[in-house]
Structure formats: C-alpha cells, structure tokens
C-alpha cells in the first residue's frame, strides 16, 4: 500500500469517526418538557432567559436546565411523563440538570437538589434512568420508589418511604431499604444508616399528593387515549370523557356555561430555544394544551380531542372555531410574560377556605386538586339549576387550614374569575368525607356526524 493510499485511508477513517461522533451527539433528544403540575405559596423559576429567578404558575413547562425554588410558604411538584413526580416544601431549590432522551428513547432525568427537602416518587421503568444528586451524594433510581431527601448545612438525610434505593458518591455504593434512613456527613464520607426514619411536618403533604394521584391517574378514564401519565389524574378530577359520533371519544371539564372557551384564561410564556408556550390557567391544563386538538361541537360545546402523541406543541391545536372566538396566537417579539383574559391564576396559600363557591363558566378554576368530593356530581347540579353551588372543602393537599369557617367564590376579584350570570343564592351542599372517584355522565343529543375529522 501506497503512502498516498495509506493517507487516504486515515483520512477517510478519521471521517467516519467525526461523523459517528455527531451521530452519538446527536442521537439524544433534548426536547423533553415536564410538567409544573402543582403550586402554592411563593415559588419561582429560572428558566434560563438571563433575567434569573421570576414568578412561577400552574402548568408552566419546566425545561432542561430549568431551575425551581419555593419561598417560606411555597410548596411545588413536577410531574413526569410517566406519573413519578418531584415535590419541593417551603425554603428548597431544586435544578433540572438534564432532561433528555437516549438512542433507544429512554428518558433520561437528573435534578439537583441545592438546598432544602424534596420528596420523589418514582414510577419510571427500569430502561429510564432517573438520578437525584444532593451534597456529595447521588441516588439512581432503578425500581419505583417513595423517598424524602432533605439538606442541610452540615449533613443530608435520606429517608425511604417504599422500595431500595442505591445510593453513590463521596460515602461510596450502598443500598438503603424500605422503612430505613441514611444520614450523611456533607464534610466527610461518613454516614450512618438506621431501620427507622423521623417523620418530617410535611410527609402527610406530599402523602396527600401522592394519594390524589393514586386515586385518579387511572380511575374512570379512557386511558387508551394517551400513552402518557403527567396530567391524567387531573383530567379525571376535573372532568369526564364521553364519545360523540363524527369526534370520537373526547374531553370536557365540569362546569361550563355556553360562553365558555378553553383559551380565554392563560398567558404566553417565553422559554429560550422555544420561543412563547401557551400556559393555561385551569388546573387541569396540561394535557389538552400540550398534545391532541380542541374542537367545537355544536350541542356540546369545546371538547378536547386527543391525540398527536409523538410530540408535544407549544400552541395548542384548534378545528372548527366558532367565528367570534379568538384563537391563541403567541407574541411576534420580546420575552416578557403575557396575560390574556383572567391571566394566570394566582398561586394559592398554603391555607385552603372550608368552604368553595363554584359557578357556571368557572371550568374548575379555583378548585384546588382533591378538595372537594364528588366533584361531578355538583356538576350536575350546577349544570340542572344554572347556578352557583356551595361546597365544603377537605385538606386534601394543605397543611393547614384556615382557623376560622371563611367562604371564597370562585369567581370573586382574588381568584380571577369572572361574576356569576344571575344574582341567585348559591345552593347549599356538603360533601361527604370519603367518596369514590367521580365516573363519566354526559348525555346529551349528539352533534351532526361529520364527515372527516382530524387525524
């Protein structure tokens, strides 16, 4: 073989490795966006547009790189695609290192907790590699697990609520079982490990969390329709599927009146590499933003279609928009926040009032998740009388309540919403302590048969 030959040779060698190189580069998606699924108290984000730390609402997208930090009465969950779910309590940081896909489409999740105490509850699969770093110590996930991580200045404590967890770093490989805690020394490699762990003021909070969606993730809903899990619960919770001929089967939240329109209430949120992100108000505002198509059925009203599972979209999909009804279209320049109609709801205190006023139109805005019981059924009677309904209200998800009996109407100044239609005294009701899971009721006449519909 010649010099020549031989050069060449290393020379188409070294060109197939750079490509390979940027194949193995490039193989990894970073597309991934989770889910800011619960808010109360103060709670900002950096979101990585240079400006540092700024207000945070409901259904936010928390992007790799993102990071999340609640104040001295702030509380916040993540929610992953899969239902595993990351809290923070009062006075944490957490940072979203990475948020990725792999070659075989794994999902690939790191979070860094700075300062504070999270809890995670895991329900990934054995192919995602899902790592929380705190200190000088890591845990990766490898089975599903319920744990707590708290930090402090001068030593960390794990606590495993279910499952095994393998922990690395400066102490070294070692594996913690359910019911135990591991206490570690952030300034050396020493830890102690014990069959017990203290409880901390906020485990019934995050059990309270972690039981909400226990309850409803799966619980009467069409769950062939998304091969996702973030934001089912609160589909669910805050409303009922149903099919309609010509659309298939389709969405729609309780309480709406014949005004009512799914973009109304929300705002335009910059995200750098994305640009705006519509963000809804509703607390159940995830999914049908993020995937599927909303459509106007005539005798129904807006439903959401689902569906456009292979990725998510940043303006949310519309067909057959009734002619007066404004469409969401996202800013042409600047990165500053944008509200439109009722804007984004204000994050809600810790505290919760005993007792809720819901009114027609209201589409569940004000309703904090797992608060109020049979939730459809005061649908039905909010829809049969045309007017406000009364309710009582369970902690579910609050630490603590309000110490004296006060009434918030969802539809006052502080929570956004607009005035009730008629002056008529709400209906009067209480709910009862335990329940099962509302289960879909809708019959009204069907729509005209269309003769295509999106795909």
């Known amino acids: ?55 945070t609402f409901l259904n936010m997208p928390v992007v790799e790189g993102s990071r999340l930090k ?13 239902g595993s779910a990351l809290r923070i309590v009062p006075n944490s940081e957490v940072e979203f290192t990475r948020l990725a896909l792999g070659d075989d489409g794994q999902k690939i999740s790191t979070m860094q907790l700075a300062a504070g105490t999270a809890y ?36 960390a404590t794990l606590a495993v609520f ?15 079982d359910e019911k135990h805690s591991a206490t570690f020394d952030i300034n050396s490699d020493r ?9 901390s003021p906020y485990d019934d909070w995050d059990k309270q969390q972690s039981e909400y969606h226990d309850r409803y993730a799966a619980s009467n809903s069409y769950r062939s329709s998304s091969p996702y899990a973030y934001g089912m619960s609160d589909l669910n919770y805050y409303g009922s599927y149903m099919s ?11 309480f709406l009146d014949a005004s009512w329109s799914p973009f109304q209430d929300g705002g335009w949120v910059y995200y750098p590499g994305a640009g705006y992100m519509w963000v809804s108000s509703y ?82 805005l004000g309703v904090p998740r797992g608060t109020v019981r049979n939730l459809d059924r005061f649908a039905r009677e909010v829809n049969k009388n045309a007017r406000p309904v009364e309710v009582s209200t369970e902690p579910g998800g609050r630490i603590a309540p309000p110490s004296r009996s006060t009434t918030r109407s969802l539809n006052s100044a502080d929570s956004g919403t607009r005035p009730p239609s008629s002056a008529s005294s709400p209906s009067q009701v209480s709910t009862p302590r335990v329940a099962p899971p509302p289960a879909p009721s809708r019959t009204p006449s069907p729509p005209p048969v269309r003769s295509s519909k999106p795909h």
């Open 70 to 82: 609640t104040g001295d009465d702030g509380r916040a969950e993540v929610e992953f695609e899969d």
């Open 1 to 55: 073989m010649t010099i020549d030959r031989i050069g060449k040779t290393f020379a188409i060698w070294a060109v197939l490795a750079g490509v390979l190189l940027v194949v193995s580069a490039s193989a990894e998606s970073k597309a991934r966006i989770v889910r800011l699924s619960e808010v109360q108290g103060s709670v900002q984000m950096d979101r990585g547009t240079g400006d540092g730390f700024d207000k």
């Open 244 to 254: 309609v001929p010509g659309y298939g089967m389709v969405w729609q939240p309780y």
């Open 283 to 364: 607390p159940w505002g995830w999914m049908p933003y993020r995937y599927g198509n909303w459509a106007f059925v005539p005798g129904y009203g807006w439903v959401w279609q689902p569906g456009y599972w292979n990725t998510w979209y940043a303006v949310p999909r519309v067909v057959n928009p009734p002619r007066r009804v404004a469409v969401p279209v996202p800013p042409v320049r600047g990165r500053g926040t944008v509200m439109l109609g009722r804007g984004l709801t204000v994050n809600p205190a810790s505290g919760l009032p005993q007792r809720l006023t819901i009114t027609p139109g209201s589409a569940g």
């Open 120 to 155: 995670i509850n895991y329900r990934g699969k054995k192919s995602d590699e899902f790592t929380l770093n705190f200190g000088r110590e890591s845990v990766t996930l490898t089975e599903q697990s319920h744990f707590r991580v708290g930090l402090g200045n001068d030593q």
């Open 162 to 176: 279910k499952g095994r967890l393998n922990v690395s770093g400066q102490s070294g490989p070692f594996e913690v």
């Open 191 to 199: 830890y102690d490990v014990a069959k017990n762990y203290e409880e």
